[in-house]
């Protein structure tokens, strides 16, 4: 029988490194980040330390020191500092986490530190090839010198403490060789603007040793004058004897000065003051449309300050950069890329989420993906529809100002959240055929229109691209004569929005949304005996159409003065959306044109009148259908396949109204000659119609009429048709 034997995992040190440093960070300046935020978390332990142990400590303070001379950046802490055990722990064991330890170890909770993985130190080696780590612990009095080049091997020496005059009592100093290509992290400009926008709420100071230039006159001593040139006259000898140099001075500047706002209680807090936190964060000019401010207990805890603007931001739209509220954990600086943070319809909200307790996967903007951020999602995406609701119901001017912006979310928010779905309908404004050209919402849609249309539990819409094209459309007419309602749809997002709102509660009622560009529309039904009696004419109709996408021709009372309008099917895509989808950039070569349609012709109107008197004379009626039909495709919003045909087909009515010369057309007879070949009219000669004949009369042979319809008769004389 085999034995079982185990093995251990073995790593290639200098490539599992190179996979560290360069695959888990996505910027090299985040190195800057990283370390800061660990001396952070040192001072923080040293300050637990000091209550335990009722040890004094020093000042709390993080110093940088760049040195272009010597190509290196310092990095200096009053923290706890590492002893030579915690040493090989920390920096020599790869996602050693000496943080997360120290936090178990705190059996009361008392600290809420954030470098959870022993990582974040290695982002050192993105910007530097050689780093060296002086640190004395709090309870010791001997310095540790660490150094390596994240190759294979590091060293750890016990020094002086003369040999790093940088550390007092307890702390640690980091010193990077910077690379030859990442000299600009020796600017101070660089260093500042990455500390203000990663670390501008830190807890502690962060100072920088800069270099002041500045320019002097100093007298120029008597020995260095040239006697010579006194003698000679060159040099005035009342004249004051200095020179101008160049002095080099060196100062600490403090570089995050600006206070953690949302840390405070809102009560202590001013209106002026979170305005102006709110200029300083977005560089926005103008005041926050409104705010709120609000801590979330419970699996996750966080404060969030968040902001509304008055303005539509510019780049609201934008693929890149779609989320602006930015997280922080316990005040440095995480990520603004947080796509899961909130909704992307809520992309306008700005300001910041701060969480003391959030898990990071191995460097800080790295999320793990976890049911936290779930959490966080929930509640952002709640508070923030609370304060739209209230706003639509305590200030209706300034939500006006708010619809006029960010109207496009909202329905945006309909159309993706089907958890908050009802809520945002309430929020939804739209101008109707009641409203004098005012928003409004459903609800008061429903409480201006008559009391049989609530009966009837409908909600009309119809949507186009502006409203004064839908305040004249032939669909809603028969709407507008009994004094039904229609809401008015302008905007592309509506055709998309309204798919998800099929119906809509109110007051233990139920309505039902129809379009009323859709063949659905059910009110003034034509009578099943006028359908009958215009049958032949709706298939005449057709014939003559049979070369568009007509898919049916039937009777209507949707329309009063149009004699006819192009519908969509029920579950069809309407003329407007086709509209939208075409002139999308990236659309697919989809064939919307072929796709089928009704038309919907109104009975009591003289032109469908004339045409069904003139049913069986296709030579009379077929311009007249034509050119009815492409009236209401450009009435419907669809575009011509030819409008050169029916600007032909125009002027020749223009003409025939003053009794001009018309003009035709070879390809005009085609259509009627395939009817005449399916009515096998090939073989007979040409067809007259003569209403004052009462007998039909071909090579002389004679039939009584059966009844007082006109009579054809048969010229054999005649070779072509009229």
Same mark, same amino acid.
């Given at each position: 029988?085999?034995?079982?034997?185990?093995?251990?995992?073995?790593?290639?040190?200098?490539?599992?490194?190179?996979?560290?440093?360069?695959?888990?960070?996505?910027?090299?300046?985040?190195?800057?980040?990283?370390?800061?935020?660990?001396?952070?978390?040192?001072?923080?332990?040293?300050?637990?330390?000091?209550?335990?142990?009722?040890?004094?400590?020093?000042?709390?303070?993080?110093?940088?020191?760049?040195?272009?001379?010597?190509?290196?950046?310092?990095?200096?802490?009053?923290?706890?500092?590492?002893?030579?055990?915690?040493?090989?722990?920390?920096?020599?064991?790869?996602?050693?986490?000496?943080?997360?330890?120290?936090?178990?170890?705190?059996?009361?909770?008392?600290?809420?530190?954030?470098?959870?993985?022993?990582?974040?130190?290695?982002?050192?080696?993105?910007?530097?090839?050689?780093?060296?780590?002086?640190?004395?612990?709090?309870?010791?009095?001997?310095?540790?010198?660490?150094?390596?080049?994240?190759?294979?091997?590091?060293?750890?020496?016990?020094?002086?403490?003369?040999?790093?005059?940088?550390?007092?009592?307890?702390?640690?100093?980091?010193?990077?060789?910077?690379?030859?290509?990442?000299?600009?992290?020796?600017?101070?400009?660089?260093?500042?603007?990455?500390?203000?926008?990663?670390?501008?709420?830190?807890?502690?100071?962060?100072?920088?040793?800069?270099?002041?230039?500045?320019?002097?006159?100093?007298?120029?001593?008597?020995?260095?004058?040239?006697?010579?040139?006194?003698?000679?006259?060159?040099?005035?000898?009342?004249?004051?004897?200095?020179?101008?140099?160049?002095?080099?001075?060196?100062?600490?500047?403090?570089?995050?000065?600006?206070? @953690?706002?949302? #840390?405070?209680?809102?009560?202590?807090?001013?209106?002026?003051?979170?305005?102006?936190?709110? +200029? %300083? $964060? /977005? *560089?926005?000019?103008?005041?926050?449309?409104?705010?709120?401010?609000?801590?979330?207990?419970?699996?996750?805890?966080?404060?969030?300050?968040?902001?509304?603007?008055?303005?539509?931001?510019?780049?609201?739209?934008?693929?890149?950069?779609?989320?602006?509220?930015?997280?922080?954990?316990?005040?440095?600086?995480?990520?603004?890329?947080?796509?899961?943070?909130?909704?992307?319809?809520?992309?306008?909200?700005?300001?910041?989420?701060?969480?003391?307790?959030? @898990?990071?996967? #191995?460097?800080?903007?790295?999320?793990?993906?976890?049911?936290?951020?779930?959490?966080?999602? +929930? %509640? $952002? /995406? *709640?508070?923030?529809?609370?304060?739209?609701?209230?706003?639509?119901?305590?200030?209706?001017?300034?939500y006006k100002n708010f619809y006029k912006n960010f109207s496009k979310n909202l329905k945006l928010g309909v159309h993706e959240d089907s958890k908050n779905k009802n809520k945002l309908i309430e929020l939804l404004r739209f101008k109707t055929t009641k409203s004098n050209d005012n928003l409004v919402s459903f609800k008061d849609y429903l409480e201006s229109i008559p009391q049989e249309q609530y009966e009837s539990k409908k909600m009309y819409y119809i949507s186009g691209d502006n409203i004064d094209t839908l305040q004249s459309s032939p669909f809603i007419e028969y709407l507008n004569k009994i004094g039904y309602g229609v809401l008015f749809l302008t905007e592309p997002i509506d055709e998309y929005c309204i798919q998800h709102i099929t119906s809509y509660s109110h007051k233990d009622n139920t309505f039902t949304l129809v379009d009323v560009t859709k063949e659905s529309f059910d009110i003034n039904k034509v009578d099943e005996d006028i359908k009958s009696k215009y049958t032949t004419t709706c298939q005449t109709i057709k014939d003559i159409l049979k070369i568009s996408n007509i898919d049916k021709v039937v009777l209507s009372s949707r329309t009063c003065e149009t004699p006819c309008v192009i519908v969509s099917s029920q579950f069809g895509v309407t003329v407007n959306m086709e509209r939208?989808?075409?002139?999308?950039?990236?659309?697919?070569?989809?064939?919307?044109?072929?796709?089928?349609?009704?038309?919907?012709?109104?009975?009591?109107?003289?032109?469908?009148?004339?045409?069904?008197?003139?049913?069986?004379?296709?030579?009379?009626?077929?311009?007249?259908?034509?050119?009815?039909?492409?009236?209401?495709?450009?009435?419907?919003?669809?575009?011509?396949?030819?409008?050169?045909?029916?600007?032909?087909?125009?002027?020749?009515?223009?003409?025939?109204?003053?009794?001009?010369?018309?003009?035709?057309?070879?390809?005009?007879?085609?259509?009627?000659?395939?009817?005449?070949?399916?009515?096998?009219?090939?073989?007979?000669?040409?067809?007259?119609?003569?209403?004052?004949?009462?007998?039909?009369?071909?090579?002389?042979?004679?039939?009584?009429?059966?009844?007082?319809?006109?009579?054809?008769?048969?010229?054999?004389?005649?070779?072509?048709?009229?």
């Amino acid at each position: 029988m085999n034995s079982q034997q185990e093995y251990s995992f073995q790593a290639e040190i200098p490539q599992l490194m190179d996979l560290i440093i360069n695959s888990f960070y996505s910027n090299k300046s985040i190195f800057l980040r990283e370390l800061i935020s660990n001396s952070s978390d040192a001072i923080d332990k040293a300050r637990i330390f000091k209550v335990d142990s009722a040890i004094d400590i020093s000042q709390p303070k993080i110093s940088i020191v760049p040195n272009k001379e010597d190509k290196t950046l310092t990095i200096m802490d009053t923290g706890i500092g590492m002893t030579k055990e915690e040493l090989i722990e920390n920096l020599g064991k790869i996602a050693k986490s000496g943080t997360k330890a120290f936090m178990q170890a705190c059996t009361d909770n008392k600290a809420s530190m954030i470098g959870q993985f022993g990582v974040g130190f290695y982002s050192s080696f993105l910007v530097s090839d050689y780093v060296t780590v002086y640190t004395k612990h709090i309870e010791s009095n001997v310095m540790y010198k660490w150094t390596s080049d994240s190759k294979n091997t590091y060293s750890i020496t016990e020094v002086d403490e003369n040999d790093c005059d940088n550390i007092g009592a307890h702390g640690t100093c980091i010193i990077l060789d910077i690379k030859e290509d990442e000299l600009t992290y020796l600017e101070e400009q660089t260093l500042r603007s990455t500390i203000q926008k990663d670390l501008a709420y830190l807890n502690y100071p962060i100072s920088i040793l800069k270099k002041i230039e500045e320019t002097k006159e100093v007298p120029i001593e008597e020995t260095e004058l040239d006697s010579s040139n006194i003698e000679s006259g060159n040099i005035d000898e009342n004249e004051p004897k200095t020179e101008t140099i160049i002095e080099v001075r060196e100062e600490w500047e403090q570089v995050n000065t600006q206070s @953690p706002i949302w #840390i405070k209680n809102a009560d202590e807090i001013e209106e002026i003051e979170y305005q102006s936190f709110y +200029k %300083n $964060l /977005t *560089k926005d000019h103008q005041d926050a449309q409104t705010y709120k401010h609000f801590n979330v207990e419970g699996q996750v805890d966080f404060t969030a300050l968040i902001y509304i603007p008055k303005a539509q931001p510019m780049d609201l739209f934008e693929t890149k950069n779609k989320i602006k509220l930015k997280l922080y954990v316990k005040r440095v600086f995480v990520t603004d890329e947080c796509e899961e943070l909130i909704p992307e319809y809520l992309s306008f909200v700005r300001g910041i989420v701060d969480s003391n307790d959030l @898990p990071l996967n #191995i460097s800080r903007e790295l999320l793990q993906k976890n049911k936290f951020i779930s959490v966080m999602n +929930k %509640n $952002l /995406t *709640k508070k923030v529809i609370d304060m739209i609701i209230t706003l639509s119901e305590e200030d209706e001017e300034t939500y006006k100002n708010f619809y006029k912006n960010f109207s496009k979310n909202l329905k945006l928010g309909v159309h993706e959240d089907s958890k908050n779905k009802n809520k945002l309908i309430e929020l939804l404004r739209f101008k109707t055929t009641k409203s004098n050209d005012n928003l409004v919402s459903f609800k008061d849609y429903l409480e201006s229109i008559p009391q049989e249309q609530y009966e009837s539990k409908k909600m009309y819409y119809i949507s186009g691209d502006n409203i004064d094209t839908l305040q004249s459309s032939p669909f809603i007419e028969y709407l507008n004569k009994i004094g039904y309602g229609v809401l008015f749809l302008t905007e592309p997002i509506d055709e998309y929005c309204i798919q998800h709102i099929t119906s809509y509660s109110h007051k233990d009622n139920t309505f039902t949304l129809v379009d009323v560009t859709k063949e659905s529309f059910d009110i003034n039904k034509v009578d099943e005996d006028i359908k009958s009696k215009y049958t032949t004419t709706c298939q005449t109709i057709k014939d003559i159409l049979k070369i568009s996408n007509i898919d049916k021709v039937v009777l209507s009372s949707r329309t009063c003065e149009t004699p006819c309008v192009i519908v969509s099917s029920q579950f069809g895509v309407t003329v407007n959306m086709e509209r939208i989808i075409k002139a999308q950039a990236l659309q697919r070569n989809t064939p919307y044109h072929q796709q089928k349609r009704i038309l919907e012709i109104n009975h009591n109107h003289q032109i469908i009148n004339y045409i069904h008197e003139n049913k069986d004379q296709i030579y009379k009626i077929k311009d007249l259908v034509l050119l009815m039909y492409e009236s209401a495709c450009l009435v419907s919003g669809i575009s011509l396949d030819s409008p050169n045909m029916f600007n032909t087909r125009l002027l020749n009515m223009i003409k025939l109204g003053l009794d001009l010369e018309s003009t035709t057309n070879e390809n005009d007879n085609t259509l009627y000659d395939d009817l005449k070949q399916e009515l096998n009219m090939n073989d007979t000669h040409v067809v007259t119609i003569d209403d004052n004949t009462d007998t039909v009369d071909e090579e002389h042979d004679t039939v009584d009429a059966v009844d007082t319809t006109p009579v054809v008769t048969v010229d054999t004389d005649m070779e072509e048709l009229d």
